[in-house]
């Protein structure tokens, strides 16, 4: 067991075997697992890894281990074990009366949770959103359904890591009630499936382009919006920690030919995404395949470059969505020693090196998206007579020029149009 160190936060230990890791190495995985407690809010004092062979079914790991967790319990001051392969309910419940055991009523109670339970934790601490709370709650009563039985859990009142959201109002309930809360959080996100449609026909309507920032969780998907984003626009938070950014977020920006498009931001991916959250945020991220582009970000200078790619390129597919046009972006260049980067031949072919965070090449960028959506508009010649002047006027509201002159007969300009204007305004090409 390695100590880390000992702060005024909750007071975590954190377990990992190497098989749960796969497809990342145990070293990877538990780093990961760390990262995930500080975002929950909680302190990693001690860290323990185990090479097994299979799961134990009583305990997940091996007796020994545990017993070693146990006897370091009082002197650390632990308040949670977190363990990085996913519990049963009846694991949770041995684990837990083994660590609480000889404890009377009034002495802090250690819980158990697995990295489902804490990533869920976080989500719970993020979500601003009403969409983005039902979706998270929704999740984690589909994750304790099955653990009914096994978790004596629901007396979990205390607060804290792994407590957070409808925990403390289902306490006791039966499963029938469960399910009854699942089908009513369904229905209301169905309604906000409709509201969702709607804005997406008008998109759809006045043919603006839309694109989407994918990838890896802490890749800098936000800063890339805000680089990208129109001056008028509120920026979106930016933190370098794991989940910083839940809800969507969508900005208006601009292309150097001048056509607006929108860019938005999505949740970040993560190995082991708990297959209920992918499910409970399916709508949201559904909404990546409405998408004409997809800008997959990575963080050039992380060491799993490989699996990072992988995770999201595998939940893309289980949202039948892998198929659209795709950018892939190396962020982050700047923190890499020199140009070199080695790129595995299937990560796209289409690609951009860039840091957002120095602002370097964020001109390629743009320009790459531009080619990439050179199908949704077309350059045009126009000539509109002076007795149209609120129709030249509403051109050059929403469009930069590339050239105007006043002739005899109106006001010639190159202007680059999307195909439902150019629909529009067919009647003045020249």
């Not at 719970?124 to 994750?143: H, S």
């Not at 980067?341 to 299937?346: A, H, L, R």
Request: hydrophobic share 40%; aromatic share 6%; proline share 2%.
């Amino acid at each position: 067991m390695e100590i880390i160190n000992d702060k005024n936060k909750e007071k975590a230990i954190i377990v990992a075997t190497d098989i749960g890791a796969k497809p990342f190495d145990l070293s990877t995985s538990l780093k990961e697992l760390e990262e995930l407690t500080k975002a929950a809010g909680a302190e990693v004092v001690a860290v323990v890894a185990q090479n097994i062979d299979k799961f134990s079914p009583k305990y997940l790991i091996g007796s020994g281990k545990v017993n070693e967790i146990n006897d370091s319990l009082k002197d650390l001051d632990i308040d949670l074990v977190i363990f990085n392969d996913e519990l049963s309910g009846i694991q949770v419940r041995n684990l837990e009366k083994k660590f609480n055991k000889g404890r009377d009523f009034f002495e802090k109670k250690v819980k158990v949770i697995d990295r489902t339970n804490l990533i869920l934790d976080i989500f719970a601490q993020r979500a601003n959103t009403y969409e983005g709370k039902l979706q998270v709650e929704l999740a984690q009563l589909q994750y304790e359904l099955p653990r009914l039985l096994g978790i004596d859990g629901w007396s979990r009142t205390g607060g804290g890591i792994g407590t957070r959201g409808p925990g403390e109002q289902i306490i006791e309930t039966d499963r029938r009630r469960l399910l009854r809360e699942i089908d009513s959080i369904k229905d209301k996100l169905k309604k906000l499936d409709k509201s969702r449609d709607i804005v997406r026909e008008r998109r759809a309507q006045n043919q603006i382009s839309i694109v989407s920032l994918v990838g890896y969780t802490n890749a800098g998907k936000s800063t890339i919006l805000n680089r990208l984003k129109l001056s008028d626009s509120k920026e979106v938070l930016v933190k370098d920690m794991l989940f910083a950014t839940l809800d969507p977020n969508s900005r208006r920006a601009m292309l150097p030919n001048g056509m607006e498009f929108i860019i938005s931001d999505t949740v970040g991916f993560v190995s082991k995404l708990p297959t209920k959250l992918v499910e409970a945020f399916k709508s949201t991220l559904e909404e990546i395949k409405y998408s004409d582009l997809i800008l997959h970000v990575l963080d050039a200078s992380s060491p799993d470059l490989d699996n990072q790619y992988k995770v999201t390129i595998d939940i893309l597919k289980e949202l039948e969505i892998e198929n659209k046009k795709i950018i892939t972006v190396f962020n982050k260049m700047d923190k890499l020693d020199g140009d070199d980067i080695y790129i595995n031949p299937n990560f796209g072919e289409n690609r951009i090196f860039m840091s957002a965070r120095k602002d370097q090449d964020m001109d390629k960028l743009l320009y790459a998206i531009q080619d990439a959506l050179s199908e949704n508009f077309v350059e045009a010649e126009l000539l509109i007579g002076y007795d149209k002047i609120d129709i030249l006027s509403g051109i050059l509201d929403k469009h930069e020029y590339k050239e105007l002159e006043y002739c005899e007969d109106g006001v010639r300009l190159k202007v680059v149009l999307n195909n439902a204007e150019y629909g529009k305004y067919k009647d003045y090409v020249i």
